[in-house]
């Protein structure tokens, strides 16, 4: 049964810096991982999803990798602004249907 | 990009009674779609994955006769928490994917249910 796991599960910042938050997974036969973002009381967006081939993915600020031999994926966040604050979650599709999410990560960036 | 609604977004209820929660995708056809529960703090628990026009498959430990699922059509799937009770409390948010060789999901925003 694949578990997925985020670290940490809560990180403070001063505005401007850059972060990495941590998924790891233990089965590496996926389909791909998505990262989402999840404001207090609010559904899922989606920010960036990377296919089982890929390595990463990018979109303005936010850069994820992918290492599906070592069942890890990584969410760099460059310059961090206060609307950055939100709960990250990363969820992994084994069965190319079912999605599998970690704890996710409450991120506050501090002006 | 793909919208998926829900409705209501937050719902009130007395023990005992129950609730439907519909779940559509505006802008295109949803072959499945995925009702996930979420408790305070805690991440998304899959309770069922539906396809249209057939019975919903259930998560182990989720009943189904209590969780009511039905996909009749593309675009339309609907929750129904059977004979509700405070523990039953919880956010509802349900995901839709388009068809075969779509790997993304796209999630509703999500139903607040409060059993008094």
């Known amino acids: 049964k694949q578990e997925v796991t985020q670290i940490p599960a809560a990180l403070s910042v001063p505005e401007g810096e850059n972060l990495v938050l941590n998924c790891s997974f233990t089965?590496?036969?996926?389909?791909?991982l998505q990262w989402f973002r999840q404001d207090p009381g609010k559904g899922l967006t989606s920010l960036l999803l990377?296919?089982?081939?890929?390595r990463e993915q990018t979109s303005g600020r936010l850069n994820a990798s992918l290492d599906k031999s070592s069942g890890r994926s990584t969410l760099y966040i460059a310059a961090s602004q206060p609307g950055d604050s939100a709960t990250y979650l990363c969820?992994?599709?084994?069965?190319?249907?079912?999605?599998?999410f970690g704890g996710g990560t409450r991120l506050m960036v501090k002006p | 990009g793909a919208v998926v609604s829900q409705h209501p977004s937050r719902v009130i209820c007395k023990s005992g009674t129950s609730v439907k929660i519909e779940c559509r995708s505006l802008?295109?056809?949803?072959?499945?779609m995925f009702w996930y529960r979420q408790f305070p703090k805690q991440s998304l628990m899959l309770m069922a994955t539906?396809?249209?026009?057939?019975?919903?498959?259930?998560e182990q430990g989720v009943e189904k006769d209590k969780f009511l699922i039905n996909h009749a059509s593309l675009t339309l799937s609907t929750l129904t928490v059977t004979s509700a009770h405070p523990e039953d409390s919880s956010f509802y948010i349900c995901?839709?994917?388009?068809?075969?060789?779509?790997?993304?999901?796209?999630f509703g925003p999500g139903t607040r249910l409060t059993v008094t």
């Open positions: 995901s839709a994917k388009s068809g075969q060789g779509s790997y993304e999901q796209y």
């Open positions: 089965d590496s036969a996926i389909y791909n």
């Open positions: 990377i296919q089982s081939s890929q």
């Open positions: 969820a992994v599709d084994n069965a190319g249907n079912m999605l599998t």
């Open positions: 802008d295109f056809q949803a072959t499945t």
């Open positions: 539906s396809n249209e026009g057939s019975k919903a498959t259930y």
